[in-house]
């Protein structure tokens, strides 16, 4: 029987691993140069976990998780993101002891059932941040450095900023009375999410999918217009955070993000490219979070961004990403003779951290060199009785075609200067 990856799943192939590997390291080299650290999460949790801090009323937890019941009975669920697996390691391991802000980040996989479509699939990966403990807006305008930072030293171009608020739960609740009596007359012909969500979440109702781009819904109250005077203080305090640093953003009105446990600062960073258009990341503050999850009332924000949607971005601008030189010289074999001194090379360079191929094949000489032009290896060695006697071997620069002589006893000091 042949077996075929699941539908919206994929390998990541030796082709391709490289642009992963530097994104993932950049990201990580960034996140520390702000001061956080990594965290790593289980890949699932008990299920009340997402239903209490994603919300039982986001189409996450409504239709796209994978759940299950395990063999002693308990209802476990694959994350479908990361903020609330990360607030309940904080919470679990005493993290609030630590000084504050506590800064964490993750690359993670994460499972949704969903639609397939171009960037999007079920199990995918995300890269993200959680910060603990700094309720000013100052951090909000922090972790927006960290993308932005991210998004240039990556290459990235024609990107652009988009903030809002969407309150606190005091001015929230005020709000979604007025969302109410706005959406009441038309709630009947709206779609059945939209309805469900009519009574329990109106906000949500700005975000549909199907009814988001209809009048009623374009001409809905703005939040934004309602927001309380401490609101609207750290919204201000925000956006003169990022003119302090240069970041230009738009206020748009109708980012409400996906996810219930969203308060005052939510953000999303868009393509502005022709046949890109699209959300690349996004993120916001849930101060009620650790709270709801069981710990004590503690500030928060983070953001988290889909690796297959940033590379598709990448390689829509063109970012150059440099294939991994992993291996510094091909050794060639000219006789028997010279298989036990290869092998015992290729140990000591490999040890010493310099990458080496020799021929595991049966190969000709004319067949290795080809392989290791092929390959691209930017050094290359041949080793026959001749070198054997007089321990010394010619280095050839695959590059320029110049052929330096070296003892064989210091190739490595040789290959790690270069």
């Known amino acids: 029987m042949r077996y075929s990856a699941q539908k919206g799943t994929g390998d990541i192939l030796p082709a391709d691993i490289y642009k992963w590997q530097k994104t993932e390291k950049m990201f990580a080299d960034v996140c520390h140069s702000f001061g956080y650290e990594e965290i790593r999460i289980p890949t699932f949790e008990q299920t009340d976990l997402f239903q209490r801090g994603v919300g039982d009323t986001t189409d996450v937890v409504t239709k796209e998780m994978y759940t299950f019941d395990d063999k002693g009975g308990r209802s476990i669920t694959l994350r479908p993101e990361g903020t609330a697996g990360v607030v309940r390691s904080y919470i679990e391991n005493g993290m609030s ?31 993200g941040l959680e910060s603990f403990g700094s309720a000013g807006p100052e951090i909000d305008a922090e972790i927006i450095s960290v993308i932005d930072v991210f998004f240039k030293r990556m290459g990235l171009k ?55 781009e209809k009048e009623i819904v374009q001409s809905a109250p703005r939040l934004i217009d309602y927001l309380c005077d401490d609101c609207k203080a750290h919204f201000e305090g925000l956006k003169a955070n990022l003119d302090a640093v ?16 969203y308060t005052r600062t939510v953000f999303e960073f868009v393509s502005e490219n022709v046949g890109t258009q699209g959300t690349i990341c996004g993120g916001g503050r849930y101060d009620g979070l650790v709270e709801d999850c069981g710990g004590t009332a503690t500030p928060g924000i983070g953001f988290a961004m889909g690796i297959e949607r940033f590379l598709m971005e990448a390689e829509a601008q063109g970012v150059s990403f440099e294939p991994n030189d992993n291996v510094k010289i091909y050794l060639v074999g000219m006789s028997e003779n010279a298989g036990a001194k290869i092998s015992k090379l290729c140990y000591d360079l490999r040890l010493n951290g310099i990458g080496c191929e020799r021929d595991l094949m049966g190969r000709s000489f004319k067949s290795q060199m080809k392989y290791a032009g092929k390959q691209g290896i930017p050094y290359l060695a041949v080793i026959g009785d001749d070198e054997l006697t007089s321990g010394e071997v010619k280095v050839k620069c695959m590059a320029d075609g110049t052929e330096t002589p070296v003892k064989l006893d210091g190739l490595t000091d040789y290959l790690a200067s270069r």
């Open 97 to 127: 002891s630590l000084p504050s802000p506590v800064r964490l980040f993750y690359n993670i996989t994460a499972f949704r059932y969903e639609k397939m479509a171009k960037g999007r699939r079920r199990e995918f990966h995300q890269l």
């Open 158 to 212: 024609n990107i652009a900023l988009h903030i809002n608020s969407i309150g606190c739960p005091a001015c929230r609740s005020k709000y979604n009375e007025i969302l109410k009596d706005h959406f009441r007359p038309h709630v009947g012909s709206m779609c059945e999410d939209c309805q469900a969500r009519f009574e329990k979440n109106p906000l949500r109702m700005i975000d549909c999918k199907i009814d988001g």
């Open 246 to 261: 240069g970041i230009k953003y738009d206020i748009d009105p109708n980012i409400v993000r996906g996810l219930d446990y």
